[in-house]
């Protein structure tokens, strides 16, 4: 690497507390705690940013732009029927053309003032926030100074027709535009290769995330270790899966009245919610159903349990929360969804069952929880999978290969 200073800002402006955000917070640290001296490290967000993770960061820098979304919250020009809404996207455009040039303007001032040489976007999703794509823009115009402009895809492209037109004009941009494209899955890296007309080459490199051994740490969550536990963790919404995981417990209970269920998630779509609630008792299994909900660090009790199963129905880009279990030694039974085969190895640090094979999935599950010397293997191997490709150590070593 070259030895001279560099200065390398990274940007993240996602406005929900998510996976996105803290793959930003991940990959800032762990370059401050890799890199040397020789590497200055800006942490930036757009001003008024709500999200709380932003805050406890070190140094994070707020810059002086402000989001589409923020405008468009503000003057209620969202919804309403199919007139409504495409008037309220003509008119979106006339008001925020100039916030975008005026942004651009700021991000340009701000790169050039710090020499920034490196810049790293953590995007949401393909075509993705416009403030990380007005970044990667006065990167580009910088282009003499900013040599690398790197744009990191954490989830898929929107999948609805008003995207797929507009994805011809965005794929030449951020060809243009960028000198790396990363995303954090094979499947995503897949999915624009077939489905996009990038012309740069994209490399993947995998979330890396930190946890600490907590167990006993809380008390919120009280489960009986003389029980077969078996956990959830997921926001009640149809594609996280909850009804399967549900059914999936009627037929362990069947067989075997000593397992206990838990799910960790808050209540994102409320008819969802309540017709799982009604599938619970439908089922007789109220007293051996445990629902929480507004847990902090949900992913500290998961050395408590068993087994972690992951009913996902819809395609993950990678799924984080098989990591966490993972680096728990907790083995993971999921369904073949997006990336998640990716981390989840089948037979070696837990199984993959088709999506929607919810009596082959309660079988892996019996088949872990009745054999323990195959669950301490799975054990060692899940922590051995987890330090070696998705620690941030792992994550942090790749990123420094960009630079």
């Not at 006339?94 to 651009?104: A, E, L, M, Q, S």
Request: with cysteine.
């Amino acid at each position: 690497m070259d030895t001279q200073k560099r200065n390398i800002l990274i940007f993240c402006s996602n406005p929900v507390n998510g996976g996105t955000v803290r793959m930003f917070y991940e990959c800032v640290t762990g370059l401050r705690k890799e890199l040397d001296s020789n590497y200055s490290i800006y942490s930036c967000t757009n001003k008024d940013n709500p999200v709380e993770l932003y805050k406890k960061m070190d140094k994070i820098i707020y810059l002086p732009i402000t989001s589409e979304e923020q405008i468009c919250k503000t003057r209620g020009l969202y919804g309403g029927s199919v007139l409504e809404r495409f008037m309220k996207r003509i008119y979106r455009g006339k008001i925020y053309g100039p916030i975008k040039k005026n942004n651009i303007k700021e991000i340009k001032k701000y790169l050039l003032e710090n020499k920034i040489d490196t810049v790293i976007v953590h995007n949401g999703g393909y075509v993705g926030d416009d403030l990380c794509n007005q970044v990667l823009k006065a990167a580009y115009l910088c282009r003499n100074t900013v040599k690398k402009r790197i744009c990191v895809f954490h989830n898929d492209f929107e999948k609805n027709l008003f995207y797929k037109i507009r994805l011809w004009k965005y794929d030449k941009t951020i060809s243009k535009e960028t000198t790396e494209i990363v995303t954090v899955s094979q499947y995503t890296k897949n999915r624009l290769q077939a489905s996009t007309y990038i012309t740069r080459n994209i490399r993947v490199i995998y979330n890396g995330i930190k946890v600490e051994n907590s167990r006993g740490k809380n008390k919120v969550i009280d489960i009986d270790d003389s029980k077969r536990n078996i956990l959830m963790i997921g926001n009640f919404m149809k594609n996280k899966g909850q009804r399967e995981f549900i059914e999936v417990a009627y037929y362990l209970y069947s067989n075997n009245p000593s397992y206990r269920f838990t799910i960790i998630g808050n209540i994102y779509e409320q008819e969802y919610y309540e017709e799982c609630i009604k599938l619970i008792k439908k089922n007789n299994l109220q007293n051996v159903f445990k629902i929480y909900h507004n847990i902090n660090n949900a992913s500290d009790y998961i050395d408590m349990f068993d087994v972690m199963v992951v009913p996902s129905l819809y395609d993950e880009s990678f799924g984080l929360i098989s990591v966490e279990a993972m680096a728990k030694g907790c083995p993971v039974v999921a369904y073949a969804c997006g990336g998640i085969p990716e981390v989840v190895i089948d037979g070696r640090n837990g199984y993959i069952v088709p999506i929607g094979a919810k009596k082959e999935m309660a079988a892996r599950v019996c088949e872990l929880v009745d054999n323990e010397d195959l669950r301490k293997k799975m054990r060692i191997q899940c922590i051995k999978d987890y330090e070696e490709r998705f620690s941030v150590d792992a994550m942090t070593e790749k990123y420094v290969e960009l630079l």
